[in-house]
């Protein structure tokens, strides 16, 4: 008869920096104030801020936009202001796909085209820039080299379109909920 026991794992330090193999590149980095975003194959690297000046916030969405976008139900992001966002390598390799149907309309006559950047090589979304968020690109907490960053300084302080959430997934602990768009709260 077959044993039922799981087999053990060994825990991560979740609090130290943690690189495992995800793709193709090795060279990703974090530091205290920045760290980097590579694409699956490596062609395309970014690096942002991850507090503090430059750093908007991340959150979790359930919107249908990103169920669609992610083929996930649902996708974990953060913001940073363009004038803080570097292409450090790839830029020349991305391409984009924008349409302007999306859950963002707010005002009618407003720019509301959302423009996805992805790797041309291994189709990784880099980020995302809407016309309701102007002068911020939307990055993929999974894209960030430094796994311990996901647990620490990119873990989501907001869930939006909660509305549209599955049942079997339980609000984000500790982040504030949203039944629709949190990112235009007045």
């Known amino acids: 008869m077959a044993s039922t026991t799981m087999p053990t ?7 130290k920096p943690y690189f495992p193999l995800a793709g193709l ?6 530091t205290e104030d ?22 908007v916030g991340s959150f979790v969405c359930n919107c249908a936009d990103c169920h669609k976008l992610t083929a996930s139900v649902h996708a974990t992001n953060f913001t940073v202001y363009d004038t803080h ?6 830029r020349d390799n991305l391409k984009t796909f924008g349409q302007s149907r999306t859950v963002f309309v707010n005002t009618p006559g407003q720019d509301n085209t959302m423009t996805n950047y992805f790797c041309s090589t291994c189709g990784s979304l880099m980020y995302r820039v809407g ?16 796994f311990s960053l ?5 873990r989501p302080t907001m869930e939006q379109f909660t509305k549209d959430r599955v049942s079997w997934k339980l609000p984000t602990e500790g982040a504030k909920q949203f039944e629709e ?3 235009h709260v007045k």
Do not use: M, N, Y
Not at 34 to 55: D, R, S, Y
Not at 85 to 90: A, C, E, M, P, T
């Open 181 to 183: 768009d949190g990112l």
């Open 150 to 154: 996901h647990e620490t300084k990119l």
């Open 9 to 15: 794992t060994t825990a991560v330090d979740k609090s």
């Open 34 to 55: 920045e760290a980097t975003a590579t694409c699956f194959c490596g062609a395309v690297q970014l690096a942002f801020p991850t507090h503090g000046p430059g750093f």
């Open 131 to 146: 016309g309701a968020f102007p002068g911020t690109s939307i990055l993929r907490v999974g894209s960030v080299d430094d």
């Open 85 to 90: 966002l570097k292409h450090l390598r790839g």
């Open 25 to 30: 590149a090795s060279d990703g980095w974090s």
